[in-house]
């Protein structure tokens, strides 16, 4: 429908350029008749328009290159390396006030969507600048764009008779936010993150993983709803026991997911490890818990603001993703998400059954809004992505590398340059905490980006292993200079313990880097090389944070190779009551198998 939509929009846009370039034709054939019946000499007086039309152009081209040049501070790793991204609005502004402010008075919100909104939501929703939540939102939709595409194209021919393709990409989007996005235990109490900070960390609550799938499904123009129930729960599976659910709409119906075990709903059935067949909504509709539930569209605010039509309209092909959603009509003539919603429930579910997710808006409002306490605590969790801290290799010269001191001078006039300059290297090192242990590089942070951007190039595994190797490092050895060395006994090389800060931030980096390896190799179907990266962890890192999600994938993975009993005793050993994922290692066992 959306694709319909879309297209709809485009052929009425071209349809009018198409009407004005007649009409320009239309000019041009009466002035060659015009030359032809008074002869060659008689030249046609211009009315003009060439002119007006030259000076639209050069406007048009003029608010193309500005709009381009603003975009590019969105992109993931350069937003993320900004000393200060929510600058990033400016340019925006900038553009939309010269090149966009007579459509932005056109676009108003509907009534009946103003509705779904409270008053700080309506006020969002509806301004007509870009602000500091715009600018992390579209930085999301970029790297959701990028991740979603990779799935799908990885996900090719992965359907089968039963499950057909657009399906088949659904459960593989699913599978990876499962796999990326940790559970954190139930009393972990953790800074409020957006979106793009729940998948660079890779942990999160099960809303959190909610919102990122419905989020980078939305990419793809598939909708994703939460669904609720204020029946009680009871024995049974999923759909008997869960308070939320979601479901994922498609033309055929919908298809149900469990976020919290992390596995598709299944319609009374046993989980089917390999291609599963999730339940749909019709399987719903005929359950008694279910059949007076609500819907929670999952967007945030920003989603619905007419600013972002006029970005996505306005963006070039290579740079454009879905930044605007429909909510109820009369902004633009994609069909409203509400109505498709309605449409695909089959009368389960009414328009006064629908409402607007809260958690997306709440968490992104809290995310860049930190108290001091709060910022510091951030900071605490974001420090490890600054590893490793690499320095230019201090090469000292000595008395025998005379290469760049004249060579007329005096052999005595020569050592004594040489050791003059040696001494002030050395003190200026011995002074200076970057020149002696380096700057941080941010490698961990590029190559996780690269990452959760679905990018399954060997760059990104060499991005992170030398993130590992670069991290080893626990010390600094200097040559002291000869001066140095009579004057006050120095040895002729001295190691220089790294600060405690930096050898623990390196070493948190180093387990992260092996686990998201893992991940990485995953991804490419290099099950093998996963499972060895997954076990040399816990090897490395017995009670590192990654302990009982590395157990869950190495089990994933050794079921791909079919070695069942080999994963049975791995989730064995994730069969804990601290594993916050207990309830997916569970039914997976069950699911297994016998021999």
């Known amino acids: 429908m959306i694709l319909l939509s879309k297209a709809t929009t485009c052929f009425v846009r071209h349809h009018s350029r198409l009407r004005r370039s007649m009409r320009s034709l239309t000019v041009v054939v009466l002035a060659m008749i015009v030359v032809g019946c008074s002869g060659a000499k008689n030249q046609p007086v211009s009315d003009g328009s060439d002119t007006k039309q030259r000076a639209q152009e050069t406007e048009v081209e003029k608010c193309r290159k500005k ?71 579209i930085r999301d939709c970029w790297v959701l764009r990028e991740l979603t595409r990779s799935i799908v194209v990885r996900s090719a021919g992965s359907g089968d008779g039963e499950v057909d393709q657009t399906a088949a990409q659904v459960v593989a989007v699913f599978d990876w936010v499962v796999r990326n996005i940790s559970l954190q235990p139930s009393d972990e109490q953790r800074v409020s993150l957006g979106l793009f900070d729940v998948m660079l960390t890779g942990r999160g609550t099960a809303q959190d993983r ?121 902004v633009s003539e994609i069909h409203p998400l509400v109505d498709r919603i309605v449409a695909a429930s089959n009368d389960l579910w009414s328009s006064d059954d629908i409402s607007v997710w809260d958690y997306p808006e709440q968490r992104t409002i809290a995310a ?133 800060v930096i050898v623990e931030l390196n070493q948190s980096s180093m387990g992260d880097a092996m686990y998201w390896t893992a991940m990485c190799q995953f991804d490419r179907r290099e099950v093998g090389a996963a499972i060895t990266t997954l076990v040399n962890y816990r090897r490395q890192y017995p009670d590192g944070r990654w302990k009982y999600p590395s157990l869950i994938n190495q089990a994933l993975a050794l079921l791909v190779q079919e070695r069942n009993d080999d994963a049975r005793k791995i989730l064995e050993e994730a069969d804990v009551e601290e594993n916050p994922e207990r309830m997916r290692v569970r039914a997976i066992l069950a699911a297994i198998p016998s021999p």
């Not at 056109?106 to 700080?120: F, G, N, P, R, V």
């Not at 939501?121 to 007509?128: T, Y």
């Not at 999923?238 to 598709?264: K, Q, T």
Request: charged content about 25%; overall charge negative; aromatic content about 6%.
């Open 67 to 137: 709009l381009s040049a603003a975009i590019r501070r969105f992109e993931p790793e350069s937003f993320s390396l900004q000393a200060n991204p929510e600058r990033s609005v400016n340019g925006l502004n900038s553009w939309i006030k010269s090149c966009g402010a007579e459509q932005m008075r056109e676009l108003k919100l509907d009534d009946s969507a103003l509705q779904m909104l409270d008053a700080d939501a309506q006020r969002l929703a509806s301004a007509g600048i870009y602000t500091a939540s715009d600018a992390a939102y």
């Open 210 to 330: 909610a919102w990122v799938f419905a989020e980078a499904l939305r990419q793809q123009q598939i909708d994703a709803v939460v669904v609720t129930t204020d029946s009680e729960p009871a024995e049974g599976g999923r759909l008997d026991s869960a308070d939320w659910i979601m479901a994922v709409i498609l033309d055929n119906g919908g298809l149900l997911f469990d976020v919290i075990s992390g596995l598709p709903v299944t319609d009374g059935e046993s989980l089917v490890l390999r291609n599963p067949k999730p339940a749909t909504l019709s399987t719903m509709k005929n359950h008694q818990r279910w059949t007076n539930s609500s819907v929670q569209l999952v967007a945030q605010t920003a989603a619905f603001a007419p600013r972002m039509l006029l970005l996505q309209e306005q963006l070039a092909a290579a740079d454009t993703a879905i930044l605007y959603e429909e909510l109820t009509g009369g």
């Open 368 to 500: 860049l809004s930190h108290s001091e306490a709060e910022q510091q605590q951030y900071s605490r969790l974001m420090r490890p992505f600054n590893a490793p801290f690499e320095r230019t290799e201090y090469t000292a010269e000595n008395t025998q590398e005379l290469t760049t001191v004249p060579e007329a001078l005096p052999p005595a006039e020569r050592r004594r340059i040489v050791q003059e300059r040696l001494t002030k290297n050395f003190a200026r090192m011995m002074e200076s905490s970057e020149d002696m242990f380096g700057k941080p590089s941010k490698r961990l942070l590029k190559g996780r980006i690269q990452q959760i951007m679905g990018s399954v190039n060997t760059d990104v595994i060499q991005q992170l292993q030398h993130v590992r190797i670069a991290s080893k490092q626990e010390s600094l050895r200097v040559r002291v200079p000869d001066e140095v060395q009579k004057m006050y006994g120095y040895p002729p090389v001295v190691a220089y313990p790294f600060p405690k």
